[in-house]
């Protein structure tokens, strides 16, 4: 894998000051594997934004929580069920400790923020720092302590408390360094509470409690930028004001708060969109399905898209660096991905394939053939990703696989609350034991940024199986397609724009289609289009390969999406 972004120790944050202009709010980010700062998608797409910014030479910080404890550590016991361990690693090895300390008052506590500096590196040597919010320092109480500790982690009451340390402490924290932030951009609406902090700085003389114009919002609005990522009604946290105003104190008055975060409940994402002058959506899809939940406001959509150098695998790294040097930088030079040779392609895919079976051997002690197509599922373990509709019937893949085999390779965490995510990982454990002996098939555990990165380019299907329109935009589908590994979806999300059936790979179902009709239309493709091509017609799947790299690999980019989210909402 082409490991192009390094690290370098920066002991001072003082180089960064002046430059930087731009503040990344994000509850998540996935630096590199090591630092378990990250669950999922929203963290991964944070670190590709941050080596993009780092590539581009962005004036930018990032701020994000030290999650000492990390996410989840997922392991399965011999029932096929997850067993959820914490997942520390050491800030110590990776970031140094600034000396600037920030508080923020939590139930009329007052809690000390340590903010740690990790620095990313990019190929050209540009530095971007990143601030890690840290609130086990001595002299907190023990409670208070454990705020930063675990990701996710606790009940509502905990979360807030999080939320407050990453909004307001955050931005408190970026003052106390030094730094002068003229655009904040709130990665979801975990960090929602910044916005607050602002209003507070614009406070007329006039007005009264309650009323819109104690609080100038323009300013607020002139300096924000909001990106939501769910259509999912559970992923936008609220909170009862009674638990706001028990921890937030006289922070602001809760009139306030309501004219701007609801009236019923504290709604982190109605916040944001109310504070911020610029929002969008994750894909077009996405925009559209957000601003039907939440009419009027202009919600624009920006795709979002991946770091092509860290999520190529090192034998196509090699043959994009014959189409151009500067693949990296400017990844739209792989639309000439299409002149690269069958051999070629061919040869850099088995290689990355047999990595992938190498990693799987090691594992699990399974032993899959190298030679058959592999059909790969690797997606957080919830209900509207609905990681079993492929074992929707049995019988069928039997059937199948009789005449044309295949195999099966899935990973993916279910959050610890997830009891149907849990549930559904026992489920396929099941299935795959009554499938053995007709298609071989293994779930791999703990699904992180070291194992996708074996995942994405060693199969040959990505699959994709949400119900519309509740997948915001995915992202691992671009990775699959940078390595020209193909991607056989439900029309949503990043995918119905990428899409054209039967050259960047296939759809499952038409658009608009009624949920329950995608398992007969995924296995009808299985059946009838991929798994004959794969087995009859080579060429024709390497020329898909080549489209998939050539028209999806070089749009999908998070350095497309960057170049965009400064042109049209940092330069506002
Ligand atoms: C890319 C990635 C994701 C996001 O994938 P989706 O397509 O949004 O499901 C989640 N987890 C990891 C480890 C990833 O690398």
Request: charged share 20%; net charge negative; proline share 5%.
């Amino acid at each position: 894998m082409a490991n192009s972004i390094g690290e370098s120790h920066a002991t001072t944050i003082d180089p960064f000051i002046a430059d930087t202009r731009i503040a990344y709010f994000s509850m998540e980010i996935a630096l590199r594997p090591e630092i378990h700062t990250y669950s999922g998608g929203l963290g991964i797409l944070a670190g590709d934004t941050a080596r993009s910014s780092a590539d581009l030479e962005l004036p930018m910080v990032f701020v994000t929580l030290a999650s000492r404890e990390g996410y989840l550590r997922q392991e399965i016991d011999g029932k096929g069920r997850q067993v959820d361990h914490p997942d520390p690693w050491n800030p110590e090895k990776h970031a140094v400790p600034l000396p600037a300390m920030a508080a923020v008052q939590i139930e009329g506590r007052r809690v000390w923020i340590r903010p740690w500096l990790y620095v990313l590196t990019c190929p050209t040597e540009h530095r971007i720092p990143v601030i890690l919010l840290d609130t086990d320092v001595a002299g907190n109480e023990a409670r208070d302590r454990s705020i930063t500790a675990r990701l996710y982690g606790g009940d509502q009451v905990h979360r807030l408390m999080q939320e407050i340390v990453l909004g307001i402490g955050g931005e408190r924290v970026l003052q106390a360094l030094g730094f002068r932030i003229s655009t904040f951009h709130l990665n979801e609406g975990h960090a929602a509470l910044l916005t607050v902090s602002l209003l507070r700085q614009h406070r007329r003389a006039s007005g009264y409690p309650g009323s819109a114009k104690l609080y100038d919002p323009d300013p607020v609005r002139d300096q924000c930028v909001f990106t939501t990522h769910t259509p999912v009604e559970a992923g936008h946290d609220q909170f009862e004001y009674a638990l706001s105003e028990r921890l937030l104190g006289d922070f602001i008055e809760t009139e306030t708060l309501k004219l701007f975060a609801g009236t019923e409940r504290l709604n982190m994402t109605r916040l944001a969109l109310n504070l911020s002058g610029y929002v969008n959506g994750v894909a077009r899809r996405h925009a559209e399905t957000t601003s039907r939940m939440f009419p009027g406001y202009r919600i624009r959509a920006v795709t979002n898209g991946v770091h092509v150098p860290t999520w190529t695998h090192l034998a196509f790294a090699e043959l994009f660096q014959g189409i151009a040097p500067n693949w990296g930088h400017e990844p739209e030079i792989l639309a000439r991905a299409d002149q690269l040779s069958d051999a070629e392609i061919w040869a850099a895919h088995t290689r990355a394939k047999g990595e992938l079976l190498q990693v799987v051997n090691d594992r699990t002690g399974v032993s899959l053939d190298r030679d058959l197509p592999i059909i790969g599922f690797a997606r957080r373990m919830t209900g509207y990703k609905r990681p079993e509709l492929l074992f929707s019937d049995l019988d069928r893949l039997r059937t199948m696989a009789e005449d044309k085999p295949f195999q099966i390779i899935l990973a993916g965490k279910a959050h610890p609350q997830d009891g149907g995510g849990k549930t559904a990982i026992e489920q396929i454990h099941r299935h795959l034991a009554q499938l053995a002996g007709s298609v071989a098939g293994v779930f791999l555990p703990n699904y992180d940024f070291a194992l996708a990165r074996h995942l994405i380019c060693g199969v040959d299907v990505w699959l994709n199986t949400p119900v519309p329109p509740l997948e915001a935009s995915g992202t691992s589908g671009m990775k699959a397609a940078l390595n020209g590994v193909l991607n056989l979806s439900v029309l949503d999300g990043w995918w119905v724009e990428a899409w054209i059936e039967g050259v960047t790979g296939w759809a499952i179902g038409a658009d608009g289609d009624q949920p329950d009709r995608h398992a007969d239309a995924l296995y009808e493709q299985l059946e009838n289009k991929i798994l004959p091509l794969y087995a009859r017609n080579r060429p024709q799947w390497i020329w898909m390969m080549k489209e998939s790299i050539s028209k999806v690999g070089s749009q999908f980019t998070s350095q497309r999406m960057m170049r965009r989210y400064a042109s049209e909402a940092y330069l506002r």
